[in-house]
């Protein structure tokens, strides 16, 4: 099974720990949690470890 897919122009992989920083800063974004209806907002790294484990 393919774990990645790659274009030119996109790039889409399982996200991991090395992405913390940046899913917090896009999950307090209300521009984007307000289509996720799971997602608390705010959202706090410990949501995302939980999450991501």
Do not use: K
């Amino acid at each position: 099974m393919c774990q990645q897919i790659d274009t030119a122009r996109f790039l889409m992989r399982p996200m991991g720990m090395g992405d913390l920083d940046c899913l917090v800063i896009l999950a307090n974004d209300l521009r984007v949690s307000a289509h996720i209806l799971r997602m608390p907002y705010p959202y706090h790294q410990e949501d995302d470890q939980e999450w991501l484990s």
